[in-house]
């Protein structure tokens, strides 16, 4: 999953929450279709279309909202 802002946002807790929302919407498209991951990868787009991005493969599958959360965040701060 992913979205675009409207306006762009260095607000940190603003943009974890949105995370924890994109978690929240993954968590419930992977359970209805029975999926399961084992890769997250976050991208983050600039307002100068600079594109930076990072991923991690992990040994177990990932499908809990709070999972994907977790590692998505630890992703992303360290993307920030």
Excluded: C
């Amino acid at each position: 999953v992913e979205t675009t802002f409207l306006r762009d946002s260095s607000d940190l807790p603003f943009l974890l929450s949105q995370l924890n929302a994109l978690s929240e919407e993954l968590a419930l498209r992977m359970e209805k279709k029975q999926r399961q991951g084992k890769t997250i990868t976050i991208k983050v787009k600039y307002s100068d279309f600079m594109v930076r991005s990072k991923s991690q493969s992990f040994s177990n599958f990932l499908y809990l909202a709070h999972d994907l959360f977790e590692q998505s965040s630890i992703l992303f701060t360290n993307l920030w």
